[in-house]
């Protein structure tokens, strides 16, 4: 199974303003490639390892500024730990979680 998932503007037009990462592994059988505008994630492609997709798409559709770790969203070793600890807790729903278990403690 090779698998490819896109979401968003993967090929822009105009190359202006745009910042594009790309990253294909040794073997040739993965392949990654991020769109960014002003720091925010407009698009990506995925083939071949698609697991961590969804983490991006979720990045993309929040409208997140990844401007300081966005080197590593084509990395292999990316995942949740790669995110600031206030985007891991916000993506897995643990900040509102924490809130309401304070709010009890009142």
Known sequence: ???ILSAGLVSPTDQNGYQVLTRRDDSGSSYKK??????????FLFAGKIDKAGIVYWLMKRGVDVTAFAA?????????ISLPQALRDELLGTHAL???QNSGDM
Do not use: A, Q
Not at 73 to 78: G, I, K, Q, R
């Open 1 to 3: 199974d090779f698998r």
């Open 34 to 43: 991020i769109v960014m505008r002003d720091g925010v994630v407009v698009g």
């Open 72 to 80: 590593k969203l084509v990395e292999d070793d990316f995942g949740l």
């Open 98 to 100: 924490v809130r309401e």
